[in-house]
């Protein structure tokens, strides 16, 4: 079955100190995985993605993350935050359905809190 | 520029009213969403279509209703039989229906309020 957990609901960091949001995922075949940013009152913008490709994936605004399969884990990452990061955030996982259709599972938010 | 545009951004309804969301798109994708966000919570299918005139029941298609009658329009209904409507609705779309590396692009959403 195809699941995705966020570790954290909320995470409270310092401007300039690293920033790591946790997401966690099971699922039957060969995923693909993205990071999604919503803030307040607004949809949601594309991060990140991997797609089995390289599993460090580079994002804008100076996110990555890095797919670890025997983990099942695709944290979110970045060395110094800023006041816009804060935002909530989305882990997706995202298969093929052999039986046809798709599924694209959206964890439930990670809120980010930047301190001044 | 390209992108996906809904309208109202805020709209109320009254109890026993039928009201509809627009969603159009001007970046030729096959495939549109529907998907309702409560607070603290992910994102959840309400319906989705893969080409004109054709559309799937997503999650919680209940009191929920879709048309597709044209490539970049895929309005959702919200009837009165959907007895908790108040949420953000978010439209999306991809090209084509979202699988493995299929990136989903996203509206800046709608927020219903019952009254």
């Known amino acids: ?116 | 520029d390209g992108g996906i545009t809904q309208s109202p951004k805020y709209l109320f309804r009254k109890e026993g009213q039928n009201v509809t969301l627009s969603c159009e798109q001007n970046l030729n994708h096959d495939a549109m969403y529907w998907y309702r966000q409560d607070p603290g919570q992910g994102l959840r299918l309400i319906y989705y279509s893969q080409i004109v005139n054709d559309f799937q029941k997503g999650d919680i298609a209940e009191g929920y209703s879709v048309s597709r009658e044209k490539k970049e329009s895929f309005p959702l209904t919200v009837t009165s039989a959907q007895k908790n409507p108040t949420a953000f609705y978010l439209c999306a779309s991809s090209e084509p229906l979202a699988g493995t590396g299929n990136t989903i692009y996203f509206g800046e959403g709608s927020w219903l309020t019952v009254v």
Request: include cysteine; proline fraction near 3%; charge should be positive.
């Open chain 1, 1 to 116: 079955a195809q699941s995705v957990t966020q570790l954290d609901s909320h995470v409270s960091v310092s401007e300039g100190t690293p920033v790591l949001l946790r997401c966690n995922y099971s699922s039957s075949y060969s995923p693909s995985l993205f990071w999604y940013v919503q803030h307040p009152n607004k949809g949601l913008q594309l991060l990140l993605k991997y797609t089995s490709a390289a599993t460090l994936v580079k994002g804008i605004n100076g996110f990555e993350a890095e797919f670890k399969k025997s983990e099942t884990s695709f944290h979110l990452t970045k060395p110094s935050a800023h006041m816009s990061d804060a935002a909530e955030y989305f882990c997706v996982v995202s298969e093929n359905g052999y039986t046809g259709g798709f599924k694209t599972i959206f964890g439930a938010g990670t809120r980010l809190f930047v301190k001044a």
